[in-house]
């Protein structure tokens, strides 16, 4: 999948740093990412590995006087998002790319109703900005608060992000990156402050809207559970870099980064047998990473030219490639 | 029930009610319960289902409403402050989130301190000390620990730091009120596995709360399911994932995401989620789940079930299983 000529999104080698008091934080070590047109990607790691950053660097969210990006490419189309002018980003923000925040709770503004909010989105992102009537902005608002499965919609708008539960808070939240017709959705942690009732109903609903539309999308999670039902290829990302992509499928199946397993068999099963027992330690300091493969200090099978050499990606099959130097024989 | 001997603790007909300007939260809602000696006893339900306020009316936090919690045969129903000192010590509790349970302006080694101290522990400053490094030693954590504070270390870690303040009076009883849920699967499994190991090695006995049924199927030896304020099911654990029988029970199964084929053939299937859990202020008339039930009848909105026993040790509130 990964040659197939016209990938919609590339990131090529990105390093992401953020300048603070002590020095310099690495976080993005160079990351290299692809979705295809119409493809569900799923993007897991533990807390702190960097998923959010990428995703805001895509976005160019990112603030950038303590944030620096001194390498790296992120081609939409062909294109460098990190080159683009204001105008282009604008458009590219407005037509192309959006995004699903984690808590749905900051993400909106507390003292506006979501009609407000809802409807400046739709202003956005309507193309003829001002001569838009009224009534219709309000007609697309209703009608997207209806495509999320909201009930009630009018009474929705009038109310203010306080009063309506986390569930329907996230509903608009996805609303609002509906009102355009997206290209790429990228979803960080749509469901992780949610019930798992709530939760799995946000989750079914992206997967239906995603087939719906046939945008592609970007799910991230730190459960590995989340993303197995919801996309077509997964990438596990330890401390700002991939270490392993296959097919989710796959992934489950094999896992063959020593962190990919032990993540796989930390997670507490339905089946029951008890808890895998962990993995040792916890995500390195960026602010001093560990040279080489930044996994070697937590890796069971480290070994020594782990420790001073950084692992490209070995392909182990036609889809599945694993960053790590277990599998060096496999090129 | 009182008269079941291995029983560590039992609570009975537990309602706690808070009175706010909006009207009366049942927060808990006539619950009964017992937690044997030396199991974990896992409590399970969706956020706002009252959990938590169950635990820490157990704990003494709260005065509860109406009812009775019995310890060891003592009825120890009356508020924290008139509990006496050798109960506290007996029962303690772990908090959800390490990161505002613990006070950011103590260092570890004050924050462990002051458990000893007050329960009078430890005899000299020399033996608080070794007791401090026994405490870290106990939970991983290297001795240099001590003079860091909590901001300087990570989130798992400061579980493990809440997990030693709970287990330096040498309690009988700890609550575990969300232990790991704001933190990542590997430290998990790390931190359960610590639990499950000083819970043989203590003889401990556990009140786990949850809302993370495939967590719950690998700690709990018997589990209930809470909504709204009112328990729907209590059963062994194996049997409970094996046959789970109310519908909420149902829908929760089903709403787990899992990581394996064969997890997934556990699942009860044709059931969806729908709905959210309503405001405990406005409780709906008959049974609270009524209007997310997909097995709903006309005698649900009118009339309460009662608990019944279906099989051994498994007993539903629901009137698919009155008769």
């Avoid at chain 1, 409807?119 to 007609?139: H, L, M, P, Y």
């Avoid at chain 1, 392993?244 to 980064?257: G, Q, S, Y």
Wanted: with cysteine.
């Amino acid at each position: 999948m990964n040659f197939m000529p016209n990938p919609l999104l590339e990131i090529k080698d990105l390093h992401v740093w953020f300048k603070v008091f002590e020095g310099i934080l690495k976080v993005l070590d160079g990351v290299n990412f692809t979705v295809q047109p119409g493809e569900k990607v799923g993007l897991v790691g533990e807390m702190g590995c960097g998923k959010t950053t990428t995703m805001k660097a895509i976005m160019r969210l990112l603030p950038m006087p303590p944030a620096i990006i001194p390498k790296g490419e992120i081609l939409f189309k062909g294109k460098d998002i990190l080159k683009m002018g204001q105008v282009k980003l604008r458009q590219i923000r407005k037509k192309e790319i959006s995004m699903i925040f984690q808590d749905p709770t900051a993400a909106l503004n507390p003292v506006f109703t979501v009609g407000t909010q809802l409807q400046d989105a739709v202003r956005f992102a309507e193309k003829s900005g001002k001569n838009t009537e009224k009534e219709d902005i309000r007609t697309r608002a209703i009608q997207v608060l209806k495509e999320v499965s909201l009930p009630d919609p009018e009474r929705v708008l009038q109310n203010y992000p306080i009063q309506l539960s986390g569930g329907m808070r996230q509903r608009v939240c996805i609303s609002m990156a509906l009102v355009s017709t997206n290209e790429l959705l990228i979803a960080d942690e749509p469901g992780t402050s949610l019930d798992v009732t709530i939760k799995d109903q946000i989750l079914r609903l992206l997967k239906e809207l995603g087939e719906k539309r046939d945008t592609s999308i970007i799910l991230i999670s730190h459960a590995l559970g989340a993303v197995r039902g919801m996309t077509d290829r997964l990438y596990v990302m330890y401390a700002g870099s991939m270490v392993e992509v296959a097919k989710t499928k796959d992934l489950f199946a094999h896992p063959l980064h020593p962190y990919s397993q032990g993540l796989l068999a930390a997670t507490p099963r339905l089946t029951g047998g008890g808890i895998g027992e962990g993995i040792d330690g916890r995500i390195p300091e960026y602010i001093n990473p560990p040279k080489g493969c930044r996994f070697h200090p937590r890796c069971k099978d480290a070994m020594p030219v782990c420790k001073d050499k950084k692992p490209p990606f070995f392909k182990v099959d036609e889809n599945h490639e694993v960053a790590c130097f277990l599998f060096q024989n496999c090129r | 029930m009182i008269t079941l001997t291995n029983n560590i603790l039992t609570v009975e007909q537990l309602k706690k009610y808070f009175f706010t300007y909006q009207g009366i939260v049942k927060a808990v809602d006539r619950i009964s319960f017992s937690v044997e000696e030396g199991e974990t006893f896992g409590l399970v339900g969706e956020s706002g289902s009252g959990k938590s306020t169950v635990a820490y009316t157990v704990v003494g936090m709260y005065r509860p409403t109406e009812g009775k919690i019995v310890y060891r045969g003592k009825d120890i129903s009356q508020e924290s402050k008139k509990r006496p000192h050798t109960l506290k010590k007996e029962i303690q509790i772990a908090f959800q989130d390490p990161g505002t349970s613990l006070n950011p302006a103590m260092n570890i080694k004050q924050i462990l301190e002051l458990p000893l101290k007050v329960h009078n522990i430890s005899k000299n400053h020399k033996d608080c000390i070794d007791k401090i490094k026994e405490l870290l030693k106990m939970v991983q954590l290297p001795v240099s620990y001590m003079y860091k504070y909590p901001s300087m270390i990570g989130g798992g870690e400061k579980q493990m730091v809440a997990i030693a303040r709970a287990l330096a009076t040498n309690p009988s009883f700890v609550l575990l009120d969300e232990p790991t849920s704001a933190l990542d699967v590997s430290v998990q499994a790390k931190i359960i596995n610590m639990l499950i190991r000083f819970q043989k090695e203590f003889s401990l006995s556990y009140l786990f709360i949850t809302h993370d049924l495939s967590l719950m199927r690998n700690v709990a030896s018997r589990v209930a399911i809470m909504y709204l304020g009112k328990i729907c099911e209590i059963a062994p654990t194996s049997e409970f994932f094996k046959n789970p029988l109310h519908p909420y029970t149902q829908m929760l199964l089903s709403s787990i995401s899992v990581i394996s084929d064969e997890e997934e053939a556990l699942k009860p299937r044709k059931i969806i989620s729908t709905g959210e859990i309503p405001s405990p202020v406005n409780v709906p008339p008959g049974c609270s789940f009524h209007l997310r039930c997909p097995k709903k009848m006309d005698i649900c909105s009118q009339e309460d079930p009662v608990m019944v026993e279906v099989s051994k040790e498994h007993t539903v509130r629901c009137h698919l299983y009155t008769k």
